[in-house]
């Protein structure tokens, strides 16, 4: 049994998830013409996967900046998402993590589920988040929830170490 509850101080151990590592199956390449937004997946040619660096979280600033949920079971923290308040009506999903042993059982979607609840409540028309176009799983997971493709940006990685990689805008209307 899943339990998803905001991060407070008597949990705010969860905020120590750590990244753990997620394949690289391929890329989502987005264009857009006629007003409307187009995607297509490339497929990768090699078997590949990435581990985004560990955040270092700390409650009084995700708490300034927003909030945080975590899911747990038996009080052991398997899945993170870190919300951040944002000036465009739109909730900032900032961070969406979980433990892979426990990925593909729903814990992602019960998160925004709760999140959602929180963002109406505040004032919120929605929320969004931006997935690396070869977060494959991210993204396509966005979208099966709900979320549309909204903006891309290519030049985010230029000169970095991720070079070549873009952004995918994603927002979820509610």
Request: hydrophobic share 35%.
């Amino acid at each position: 049994m899943i339990e998803i509850k905001p991060i407070t101080q008597s949990n705010e151990q969860a905020l120590n998830l750590p990244n753990e590592p997620f394949p690289l199956l391929g890329r989502m390449q987005v264009s857009r013409s006629d007003d409307q937004w187009h995607y297509q997946i490339v497929a990768a040619r090699k078997n590949d996967q990435q581990t985004f660096p560990d955040e270092n979280y700390q409650l009084a600033e995700v708490n300034q900046n927003g909030f945080a949920l975590g899911a747990f079971t038996a009080d052991v923290c398997v899945g993170l998402a870190i919300f951040a308040d944002h000036w465009n009506q739109y909730l900032y999903l900032d961070d969406l993590k979980v433990k892979r042993s426990y990925r593909r059982q729903g814990i992602s979607r019960q998160m925004l589920q709760a999140a959602k609840n929180i963002a109406r409540t505040r004032g919120y028309r929605g929320i969004y988040t931006i997935g690396q176009d070869n977060n494959l799983n991210a993204c396509q997971f966005y979208l099966a929830t709900g979320f549309v493709i909204g903006g891309f940006n290519s030049r985010d990685y230029q000169g970095t170490s991720q070079e070549g990689k873009s952004d995918i805008y994603f927002y979820w209307d509610f």
